[in-house]
């Protein structure tokens, strides 16, 4: 059974290049990925010959452009890339989607050619893993105006002083988009981007965060302690980095929600498969109008997700590097997100009920994708931040 006919034909409604893709991924990360996923959820492992493995397949660097060892692709491929990631070990596709966009395809759009040449290769080569380093312990919903890390100038280095929280690929990262304030008086218009190689001296993983859901994908509290960093390593001017977070936030919302419409796909999966195989009162509950219910309520809510999901992809395709942050865009990927986490949650809590005592045992695999819903109603801005977006979009 290919990808198309196990997920009801759910890549119908692409292209034919998109399609393949799809599918593609799909093979690769049933072969590739799912394999690791129990062990990655058991015991927080990560693989450490992963991304280089992702890079010998042509999965880093999707967005990237191929004087660099990209593919030159656009946001629609790499977020039909997470979506497949995210149906067989979805751990895996949020640190990939993080090295990808949060990491990856910011620094390209916000560097100038000098850098590119400096960093990307390393990324899409698998030589680096990244890692996004904005949230800190107070500050996360206001992020950028509660910031206290601080980069004070130093001749030809910043000197970077503060501690992130909650940073996915924090203990593996071997370099960090770092932001800091370099005008704290001017709060969130006084922040800078810095590209921060972990081994930089002042650099250290003040611990390893152990998480509910999501477990593989390794969440990290970061301290910078007098930590130098080479100004020729800040993307754009000195407090240009509010354009560079905001344009950033709108890509990374778009990028995640494909990874809760992945989990749900395969949480669909094997409810069915359970229905058609657990026997009750002498036949399958497959059988019971009820059961059957909470299986069409998880179709409907999957077939709408996909499909604004698709729909935002494809209206991110069209911002230039370095753009966003502001109107339709603005709102279409907090809305697309916000109703992407909303759902997973509803298809999940079907899911598990159809499975019954199986679903609530630590080691089934629709327990895993059960504890996964949550972190998506609070990461990339809460589902409350995500409705003052849309609303304030809506009435500007």
């Not at 452009?65 to 990631?85: C, H, N, R, T």
């Not at 000098?114 to 919903?141: D, M, N, V």
Request: aromatic letters at 8%; proline letters at 3%.
């Amino acid at each position: 059974m290919d990808a198309k006919e196990s997920n009801g034909g759910w890549s119908t409604a692409l292209g034919p290049t998109h399609r393949e893709m799809l599918d593609q991924a799909d093979r690769f990360a049933r072969s590739e990925l799912a394999p690791l996923a129990r062990r990655m959820d058991d015991e927080e492992w990560w693989p450490d010959t992963a991304f280089r493995g992702l890079a010998a397949h042509g999965y880093l660097g999707l967005t990237a452009a191929e004087a660099y060892g990209g593919a030159g692709l656009d946001i629609f491929a790499a977020g039909l890339v997470a979506q497949a990631f995210a149906r067989w070990n979805h751990a895996f596709a949020l640190s990939w989607v993080v090295h990808e966009n949060l990491c990856l395809n910011n620094i390209e759009a916000n560097a100038d050619d000098e850098q590119r040449a400096r960093f990307i290769p390393k990324l899409t080569s698998g030589e680096w893993i990244g890692a996004l380093g904005l949230t800190e312990p107070g500050a996360g919903s206001d992020a950028l105006g509660s910031m206290r890390t601080t980069a004070v100038r130093d001749g030809d280095d910043y000197i970077l002083n503060g501690t992130k929280l909650y940073i996915t690929n924090g203990p593996v990262a071997d370099v960090v988009l770092v932001y800091a304030k370099t005008d704290p008086a001017a709060r969130q218009r006084g922040i800078s981007a810095f590209v921060v190689p972990t081994n930089s001296p002042g650099f250290k993983v003040a611990q390893k965060l152990v998480k509910m859901g999501y477990r593989g994908s390794q969440t990290a509290e970061l301290v910078l302690e007098d930590c130098r960093v080479p100004a020729a390593n800040r993307l754009r001017g000195e407090n240009d980095g509010i354009a560079v977070v905001m344009s950033g936030l709108d890509l990374e919302r778009a990028m995640i929600a494909p990874i809760c419409l992945g989990i749900c796909e395969r949480a669909l999966e094997l409810t069915i498969e359970h229905a058609k195989t657990r026997q009750q009162f002498g036949k399958p509950i497959a059988e019971f109008q009820l059961v059957q219910a909470h299986i069409a309520d998880m179709y409907v809510a999957i077939e709408t997700m996909r499909g604004f999901t698709w729909q935002v992809l494809a209206e991110c395709t069209k911002i230039a590097g370095g753009e966003g942050g502001r109107g339709r865009i603005h709102a279409l990927t907090a809305a697309s997100v916000h109703y992407a986490a909303e759902t997973a949650n509803r298809v999940l809590d079907h899911a598990v009920q159809v499975h019954g005592g199986a679903g609530y045992i630590w080691e089934s695999e629709i327990n895993r994708l059960f504890r996964s819903t949550k972190l998506m109603e609070i990461g990339a801005g809460t589902t409350e931040v995500r409705k003052l977006i849309i609303a304030g979009e809506l009435l500007r």
